[in-house]
């Protein structure tokens, strides 16, 4: 047998127990149990704290200042992503918690410019796409806002879409200083996403590629621009034992890249912003200023 016809019967293998996961007939079976939702309400409620902790005197409030050399890497432009504890994903009763944290530096911008962008949730389908299909507001107050997301998630082998429904808060320490918590109060999940027979299923039943979302973002106006720092917390069901040495690679690798990528176009979205408020004389001179900055 030619050496690649028996390299593409080996790939070919490789995949089986995978197609055997993501198959209809076992990702439809998945649903939400009360004690996954209890594990995944403590895991949330121990993140909260932990941000509150921060903020005590001496510590440290950005995760970059607790290492020179990863505040070097993205004072230099650089995106970094690590897990957030030793053990991700944690498992817990019927589901994985994957707890993912990043940072990046925009130079030449003020906090305010941040604020502006993070805060319009009505336009996160322009800043996050192909990941935000649709984004509208729902209500916007003193203590909050609620908005809804359609997000479309892509594996190799399957395209799941959620309608989605967040709470967010924003909390100021200072002129220079904030975080803001966000959180998903309904998720469900699109069967058949793009056909006609699409259909919203109840919460808590279909693939289990998304059952909870909760983020913490911090951010600090230093060195002449913003730290963005986003801790990414997520809930999904639970890997057989039997495929977690093919599946929790997989799943690391994609969770580390879709945190990257949603931190660069926050960046990618503050820089739009700014530069669009300018002046046209000054568009040159703040674009030729952020490329000598490092960006």
């Known amino acids: 047998m030619p050496s690649y016809i028996h390299n593409k019967i080996k790939r070919a293998l490789r995949l089986i127990p995978l197609t055997a996961l993501l198959c209809p007939a076992n990702v439809i079976a998945a ?27 001496g510590k440290t409030f950005l995760w970059v200042d607790e290492s020179p050399e990863r505040l070097s890497r993205v004072r230099s432009g650089e995106v970094v992503i690590s897990p957030a504890s030793a053990q991700n994903p944690k498992r817990v009763p019927g589901g994985l918690i994957h707890d993912w944290i990043g940072a990046v530096f925009v130079p ?23 990941t935000v299909v649709d984004s509208k507001m729902i209500e916007s107050t003193d203590a909050g806002a609620r908005f809804s997301m359609l997000l479309l998630n ?8 959620f ?11 200072d002129r220079r200083h904030g975080y803001s918590l966000s959180r998903t109060t309904r998720v469900q999940e699109i069967e058949d996403y793009g056909a006609p027979a699409e259909h919203l299923l109840q919460k808590g039943q279909g ?9 913490i973002a911090r951010f600090l106006e230093r060195d002449k621009g913003v730290y ?3 801790e990414a917390i997520g809930l999904s ?23 990257s990528t949603s931190l660069r176009q926050t960046e990618n979205a503050v820089w739009s912003h700014v530069e669009a408020a300018l002046p046209t004389e000054d568009r040159r001179r703040f674009v030729a200023g952020a490329f000598t900055s490092g960006k």
């Open 207 to 215: 693939t289990g590629v998304i059952w909870g979302l909760f983020s």
């Open 31 to 57: 649903s939400l149990a009360p004690e996954t939702s209890t594990a995944w309400e403590q895991y949330i409620a121990a993140a909260k704290m932990r941000m509150e902790q921060r903020l005590a005197l």
């Open 228 to 230: 963005i720092e986003l």
């Open 154 to 161: 892509r594996s190799m082998l399957m395209r799941t879409a």
């Open 163 to 173: 309608d989605t429904d967040y709470e967010s808060c924003y909390v100021r320490v």
């Open 237 to 259: 069901r639970d890997i057989p034992a039997s495929l977690r040495w093919l599946i929790d690679p997989m799943v690391r690798r994609m969770a580390r890249s879709a945190l």
């Open 108 to 130: 030449n911008v003020e906090l305010a410019n941040v604020l502006e962008v993070v805060s319009d949730f009505a336009s996160y389908k322009d800043y996050y796409k192909p």
